[in-house]
């Protein structure tokens, strides 16, 4: 490991080549208490689609961000625009039915067809291309799962089709292709809808965190500003539902980390969007920098959050593979993000629970957010119109679990609880904190978690979720705290990154002198 502040020797923080390349607009925080028809928490192309759509039928909305618009999972995607998410269709008609399936194929191709529209419509120049969507296997034991991927697919009526060859550089032992699916730059487009809500009337509070939703009289949200929302319709688009409701969504989801390169490389890219199907799951795409330039995206790399062991090793693995496929020229970007997993793979969409009647939620998209973000707006938009909606079923966040997604149930909550043991037992690292490096500090008899700026700097904070308790694990990619068990995550200094989480970290009160290093 090179002796650099970032590891592996990167000498710059990650930085997401889609945030990058844009120029965000401001948008104030809440300064007032308002009313309005539908309240919408989270500023990713969930909410921000939602809100466009609602706002188009003539209704006043205010979206709320506790931070800035797009600078969460939505501007750390891959960017693939396709219903081709690896062997999800299968999975769906064995494990619960055919008709479910044929509803999440039809809801994720009439969002692209939606997204296709409104870039023509607004004529939004967001680097948008046709191209193919792999899956592929170099795993004998995935061969026949991707053969039954391909014979469900085509009875839905995909344009698909098996081969033993794609244009990647790589050997495979079978692959399934979708045709005429889309790559595009994703916050090239939101940005144009969220100008959209704006001109026609609504708003958008961007810090401004939402910390509550009223239930009583009318519905509304409290945020940590001091001002309140009411509104007919709450939507909680926060990627974690920070609101539960008694929907128990702690045990219902859990997160997952990835992780991507921006690349260039000496050879001609061939084309097309590609995943593996088995693990450790890589992701390849490209995309336009201009000037005949193109950078190459390497993603993969998953593991549970707070879970990955020395998160570094996961940027380096991805350049390894690169390397073994490209000449690569320079790594110009790497970002992470985290995305969350409903039990049976299909997100949850609509009332929050069955007696919650105008609370809203969409979560769980598994890595597949840019078409079934798309989905759930759409599902969204007609709940609050109160209109049917063709696909409410098959992300009815009240659906039952069935009897295959059981075992997932058990085995991911047995792994929280296993987490919260771990980490109230786990014994404090014995090593000195150089620049660069996190470990833990006794201060008066009780552990820290303890960060050493490259200015020599100690950044102490209480390293005990405050979400559910969870003792949090030090992200040495992204300096971070994580939480190995619903998620959250934080800076050095304590402060939130992303929930479910509503509460900075405690930071102690001490004098450097005083800190030991056990």
Not at 253 to 271: C, H, W
Request: aromatic content about 10%.
């Amino acid at each position: 490991m090179e002796n650099t502040e970032w590891g592996y020797g990167f000498n710059t923080p990650p930085q997401s080549y889609w945030m990058a390349s844009v120029t965000f607009d401001e948008y104030r925080p809440l300064d007032k208490d308002i009313e309005v028809d539908a309240a919408i928490i989270g500023g990713g192309i969930v909410g921000i689609t939602t809100a466009f759509l609602l706002s188009q039928e003539g209704l006043k909305v205010a979206l709320v961000e506790a931070d800035k618009l797009l600078h969460g999972t939505t501007g750390h995607t891959t960017a693939k625009l396709t219903a081709q998410h690896d062997l999800i269709y299968n999975t769906i008609e064995t494990r619960i039915s055919l008709d479910l399936a044929r509803q999440y194929a039809e809801a994720n191709r009439a969002a692209i067809s939606t997204v296709l529209e409104l870039i023509n419509k607004l004529n939004i120049d967001c680097d948008l291309m046709a191209q193919p969507a792999y899956v592929y296997t170099q795993d004998e034991t995935y061969v026949q799962k991707v053969y039954d991927e391909a014979e469900t697919a085509i009875k839905l009526g995909f344009d698909a089709q098996c081969l033993d060859e794609i244009p990647l550089p790589v050997k495979v032992k079978a692959a399934l292709r979708f045709d005429n699916q889309y790559q595009f730059h994703p916050l090239k487009y939101l940005i144009a809808l969220a100008r959209e809500i704006t001109a026609k009337g609504s708003y958008i509070f961007e810090h401004t965190r939402a910390v509550d939703i009223q239930t009583e009289n009318r519905l509304g949200i409290t945020t940590g500003n001091g001002h309140s929302i009411k509104a007919s319709s709450v939507i909680i688009a926060s990627h974690y539902p920070f609101y539960d409701g008694n929907g128990m969504y702690f045990s219902r989801i859990y997160p997952d980390r990835s992780y991507a390169l921006g690349i260039t490389i000496e050879d001609k890219y061939p084309g097309g969007m590609y995943i593996t199907a088995e693990d450790p799951g890589r992701s390849f795409r490209s995309q336009p920098l201009g000037n005949g330039q193109e950078l190459v995206i390497v993603g993969g790399e998953h593991h549970k959050t707070g879970q990955g062991g020395d998160t570094g090793v996961h940027y380096k693995r991805l350049l390894d593979t690169a390397r073994s496929m490209f000449r690569v020229k320079e790594v110009l970007y790497r970002w992470s993000t985290q995305d969350y997993t409903t039990m049976d793979k299909v997100p949850y969409v609509g009332n929050l629970t069955s007696k919650t009647a105008g609370i809203y939620v969409a979560t769980g998209f598994r890595k597949w957010g840019m078409s079934n973000g798309t989905a759930a707006a759409m599902v969204l938009k007609d709940l609050v119109l109160g209109k049917d909606n063709p696909w409410f079923e098959v992300y009815n966040p009240s659906r039952f679990i069935p009897a295959a997604s059981a075992g997932k149930f058990t085995a991911e909550n047995v792994n929280v609880a296993k987490e919260l043991i771990k980490g109230k037992l786990a014994p404090v690292k014995n090593e000195e904190i150089n620049p660069g490096q996190a470990g833990y500090v006794e201060i008066s008899g009780e552990k820290f978690g303890a960060y050493r700026d490259m200015q020599g700097r100690l950044h102490v904070v209480d390293t005990t979720c405050t979400h559910l308790g969870c003792e949090l694990v030090w992200n040495s990619a992204e300096h971070s705290w994580d939480c190995p068990c619903h998620g959250s995550r934080f800076t050095y200094e304590g402060e939130i990154i992303e929930g479910p989480a509503q509460k900075p970290l405690n930071r102690p009160e001490f004098v450097e002198d005083n800190v030991t290093d056990e």
